[in-house]
């Protein structure tokens, strides 16, 4: 079992940041790719950023150069850094191990105009 927590949302005026947490314990040593996903209201789940276990990164044409996911294996944490916010980016943001159904509980970020 894996045991994800998020934290870092809050609300924050158009063109702040952010920096999200999420922080795995339990059987970590099974976890490996990790994502970061949102949801606005009334959409489907969409994987925003992912880090794999060797530190490749991918991202939604719609955050790059704004958002950047990194990892700390030490303290078993993956980070979210959103800069130059916008009101679209509004939503719940969720981790997941991206090999293995792990899901956090969700952080909500919003964002004014």
């Known amino acids: 079992q894996v045991q994800l927590v998020e934290s870092g949302g809050g609300l924050v005026q158009a063109g702040g940041s952010l920096r999200l947490a999420c922080a795995a314990s339990?059987?970590?040593?099974?976890?490996?790719?990790v994502g970061w996903f949102r949801q606005a209201g009334g959409r489907g789940r969409e994987l925003v950023a992912r880090i794999t276990s060797g530190g490749i990164t991918n991202y939604v044409d719609s955050v790059k150069g704004r958002f950047t996911i990194s990892r700390d294996n030490a303290k078993n944490t993956v980070y979210l850094q959103m800069n130059s916010l916008k009101p679209e980016d509004t939503a719940v943001y969720y981790c997941?191990?991206?090999?293995?159904?792990?899901w956090g509980q969700g952080t909500q970020v919003t964002v004014s105009s």
């Open positions: 997941k191990t991206l090999y293995l159904n792990y």
């Open positions: 339990g059987q970590t040593d099974i976890v490996s790719a």
